[in-house]
């Protein structure tokens, strides 16, 4: 499967941006996870609607694992209780993993901002020897339709329609910032465009702010971050060129007079990732997902 990673080579295969259930701050499975420990008693969570069945699916479990501790000796039930202080030590651990491993993300793209600032010199036609150059005497600036290609080469390209492809070909960069630590755990990708006849905007924006759940005596884990708000740029678009609507004409007939109709209706497009949204819902967040995995992919392998 194929992904796009904004630090990396945008024309090479990755993995699938999509997956609903891919975690953006995850860097290795965790096998000790309350549900890979037996004899592990979750903590008490509100629980949405939406997960109804799991939470009884959790509970049919624990009902199995109390009825299978009832006729064991005193010894094995104390033996269960020393691998849950086991367990609770390791995700104490985890959690303090988990932070310095962001922090260090963190570091580590102010260190590629300077060779990210040289890419985009390469590919919109700004290094010295470009600017030497004739410009009459260039058939081409920099390289044509450069971040057009590493989204269509990626799975991204299942999230750009035909109306969206003449308005990538503006775009000239895709940066990654983190939010400052007063706003929490989060991350903004800016879509940088070249003056087009789509819209106004110069720079389109995604904010994702991320939450940490809390557990009475547990550290924060950043592995288990759930996205609490996004925050998108409002596209100004220019008359007839919005590609997140499609314009249909019909005709109404009222007695012997009929007349045409025309309206906008709603129409998939990779724009739509900008519609005002602030917690999207479990349908939405498949397409949120890929701009989440910007942060870990597009943004670290372009």
């Not at 390469?122 to 920099?142: E, F, Q, S, W, Y």
């Not at 999230?159 to 989060?186: C, F, H, M, N, W």
């Amino acid at each position: 499967m194929k992904s796009l990673n904004v630090g990396s080579n945008p024309f090479a295969a990755a993995a699938n941006p999509f997956a609903a259930a891919a975690n953006p701050f995850k860097t290795a499975p965790n096998v000790f996870a309350p549900g890979a420990n037996p004899f592990a008693v979750p903590a008490a969570t509100k629980v949405d609607a939406d997960d109804e069945d799991e939470e009884d699916d959790d509970e049919e479990e624990q009902d199995y694992l109390h009825q299978w501790l009832e006729d064991k000796p005193d010894d094995v039930k104390r033996r269960v209780i020393a691998l849950e202080v086991l367990h609770q030590a390791r995700n104490t651990l985890h959690a303090q993993f988990s932070k310095e491993v962001y922090e260090l993300e963190k570091k580590y793209q102010a260190l590629y901002a300077p060779l990210y600032d040289n890419r985009s010199k390469v590919v919109n036609a700004c290094t010295p020897d470009d600017i030497a150059k004739d410009a009459g005497a260039r058939t081409h600036l920099g390289l044509p339709d450069f971040w057009l290609v590493a989204l269509k080469n990626s799975n991204l390209s299942e999230e750009i329609y035909e109306q969206d492809e003449p308005v990538l070909k503006a775009l000239t960069d895709v940066r990654l910032s983190y939010v400052p630590e007063e706003q929490g755990v989060g991350f903004t990708i800016d879509f940088h465009f070249k003056e087009n006849e789509f819209f106004s905007n110069a720079v389109l924006s995604k904010t994702y702010i991320m939450q940490l759940p809390v557990t009475e005596g547990e550290p924060a884990d950043f592995d288990d971050e759930e996205l609490q708000k996004l925050i998108a740029t409002p596209i100004v678009w220019k008359s007839g060129k919005n590609t997140t609507v499609k314009v249909v004409t019909k005709k109404q007939k009222k007695g012997k007079q009929t007349r045409t109709v025309t309206k906008n209706e709603p129409c998939p497009s990779f724009f739509s990732l900008f519609d005002p949204l602030e917690v999207p819902s479990e349908e939405d967040m498949e397409v949120n997902y890929f701009v989440i995995q910007l942060r870990v992919h597009v943004l670290s392998d372009v």
